[in-house]
């Protein structure tokens, strides 16, 4: 018979072990051991099922992802940019002034074989009537706005630097009786050249927004 069969000494070996510690205390009233619910995730919303590149209506965009809404369009600065540069490439073909009936344009070639500001003016237009038709294809795109600006300024300098130089020509011919008067391509320049750089600023005001 062994020591296991002894109700004496089993009595015995329970009276010497170590109580049981105590049950770890639950929040909210439950009882000891108790396995709680679980917790369903959030429901899963996807996007529709279109791809493009981020930020494009219907484009395919990650969870959670901020989704950017589109751009508004440009078309007042791109077509005023479009004009600008329509009537500054037209001004340099224009009569910029007359000498006694003798008609000047900007491509007309002095006594040395050169010619004015015609080129420079004919490729500012172009350049502007490309940058508003960007605009008006790519909405709201501030590098070429910028640029717009800048061109414009241009433009709009050298045709009133031009203009100063026609009144010298003006007063000098006065001087040997030699009458001197302004054509319209001058003008022209000046005025595209002004609507083009307004354009670009209401662009660059409005990609600001």
Same mark, same amino acid.
């Given at each position: 018979?062994?020591?296991?069969?002894?109700?004496?000494?089993?009595?015995?070996?329970?009276?010497?072990?170590?109580?049981?510690?105590?049950?770890?205390?639950?929040?909210?009233?439950?009882?000891?051991?108790?396995?709680?619910?679980?917790?369903?995730?959030?429901?899963?919303?996807?996007?529709?099922?279109?791809?493009?590149?981020?930020?494009?209506?219907?484009?395919?965009?990650?969870?959670?992802?901020?989704?950017?809404?589109?751009?508004?369009?440009?078309?007042?600065?791109?077509?005023?940019?479009?004009?600008?540069?329509?009537?500054?490439?037209?001004?340099?073909?224009?009569?910029?002034?007359?000498?006694?009936?003798?008609?000047?344009?900007?491509?007309?070639?002095?006594?040395?074989?050169?010619?004015?500001?015609?080129?420079?003016?004919?490729?500012?237009?172009?350049?502007?009537?490309? %940058?508003? @038709?960007? $605009? =008006?294809?790519?909405?709201?795109? *501030? !590098?070429?706005?910028? &640029? #717009?600006?800048?061109?414009?300024?241009?433009?709009?300098?050298?045709?009133?630097?031009?203009?100063?130089?026609?009144?010298?020509?003006?007063?000098?011919?006065?001087?040997?009786?030699?009458?001197?008067?302004?054509?319209?391509? %001058?003008? @022209?320049? $000046? =005025?595209?050249?002004?609507?083009? *750089? !307004?354009?670009?600023? &209401? #662009?660059?005001?409005?990609?600001?927004?």
């Amino acid at each position: 018979m062994s020591d296991f069969d002894d109700p004496t000494t089993t009595g015995r070996w329970l009276a010497n072990a170590a109580p049981l510690p105590p049950p770890t205390p639950t929040s909210g009233g439950e009882a000891p051991f108790a396995v709680r619910a679980p917790v369903p995730p959030p429901p899963f919303t996807p996007n529709p099922p279109a791809y493009g590149f981020p930020g494009a209506p219907g484009a395919f965009q990650p969870y959670g992802a901020a989704v950017r809404p589109p751009r508004p369009k440009v078309a007042v600065g791109g077509w005023l940019l479009v004009g600008g540069g329509a009537l500054t490439a037209l001004g340099s073909f224009l009569t910029w002034f007359s000498v006694s009936g003798q008609d000047f344009t900007g491509f007309t070639k002095d006594d040395s074989g050169s010619v004015r500001d015609g080129p420079f003016f004919l490729i500012i237009g172009l350049v502007l009537l490309c %940058l508003g @038709l960007t $605009l =008006v294809a790519a909405r709201r795109v *501030l !590098a070429i706005a910028i &640029i #717009a600006i800048v061109v414009g300024v241009i433009a709009t300098w050298g045709a009133l630097a031009d203009i100063g130089s026609v009144n010298d020509i003006k007063t000098f011919g006065e001087v040997f009786d030699q009458k001197v008067d302004f054509g319209p391509g %001058l003008y @022209l320049c $000046l =005025v595209g050249g002004a609507i083009g *750089l !307004a354009g670009s600023v &209401i #662009a660059v005001a409005k990609r600001r927004r």
